[in-house]
């Protein structure tokens, strides 16, 4: 990501594609609140997730009929919502927001769900008048499809609509009272093929120190023959062009320092 003029960097990175469109989705919102309140992002495309925060947050924002309709297999025969939260886990926070999962009315005779679109409220009557269109996944089954995802590991956001959603973004990115978290770790574009051979998969790894990218990963290992060459030669990283000090001093601190949860850090420094 690149830095303004003044070299700030920004705090949360939105894929373009989020963005278009005229519909008013969570993500526009967000980036409306955003604004408001001076917190600088980023539009660009984005390989995996749909937001991307900071300490390694990653938001996946679909639709119940988005969902519905990654169930689609691929040419291979994998479904398109695999593959999306199997490169989510690359992340150490993902997120799946599911924007109007409340909403929904569920018909189990029938077999299907209907998603509300447009409501109006009825002149001089306390009635609304709500179009739903039909989602063809029976109730249960779309509960065990949301239920498959937490079992990855993944944490699903439910939202009622694209407002509330919103609300839920902001919390989960900036905590529940809508104050910035303090960090360190702003947020990293990390990128997956579909189909990795060993060597991206080694490349990958590499990528993942703080300051180290794709093109530097494969100067390492071109350098040193290895991931665990690499690993085990961090005070010659100089060597390679654009790896400077701090970007060793960085490594160095993710492998010497000792894995504490989160949890466990809060209790030792407690605020």
Not at 146 to 173: C, M, P, W
Not at 231 to 255: F, H, M, P
Request: net charge neutral.
């Amino acid at each position: 990501m690149q830095s303004d003029l003044f070299g700030n960097v920004p705090e949360i990175v939105i894929d373009v594609h989020e963005t278009g469109g005229k519909s008013i989705n969570s993500v526009k919102h967000l980036m409306s609140m955003m604004d408001k309140e001076g917190i600088r992002y980023t539009i660009e495309k984005i390989p995996i997730g749909d937001i991307l925060g900071s300490d390694g947050i990653a938001i996946e924002r679909k639709t119940v009929s988005d969902l519905v309709n990654t169930l689609k297999g691929s040419a291979a025969g994998v479904p398109r919502l695999t593959k999306q939260m199997d490169a989510l886990l690359e992340y150490e926070k993902p997120y799946v927001l599911i924007e109007n999962i409340l909403a929904i009315r569920r018909d189990p005779v029938k077999g299907c769900v209907y998603i509300p679109f447009s409501s109006k409220q009825t002149k001089g009557k306390p009635f609304f008048v709500t179009m739903e269109r039909a989602a063809y996944i029976h109730p249960s089954s779309l509960d065990a499809l949301i239920q498959s995802i937490r079992d990855k590991g993944i944490e699903v956001l439910e939202g009622f609509n694209a407002l509330h959603s919103a609300g839920l973004l902001y919390g989960t990115l900036f905590g529940e009272k809508g104050k910035k978290k303090k960090t360190d770790r702003l947020p990293v574009i990390r990128t997956r093929k579909g189909l990795d051979s060993m060597s991206d998969e080694q490349e990958f790894f590499i990528a993942g120190f703080p300051g180290v990218n794709v093109v530097r990963a494969k100067s390492l290992l071109k350098r040193f023959g290895s991931p665990y060459e690499v690993v085990s030669s961090t005070d010659e990283w100089g060597e390679i062009a654009g790896i400077g000090k701090k970007t060793i001093a960085n490594a160095k601190k993710t492998l010497h320092t000792k894995y504490e949860t989160e949890s466990e850090e809060e209790e030792k420094d407690p605020e």
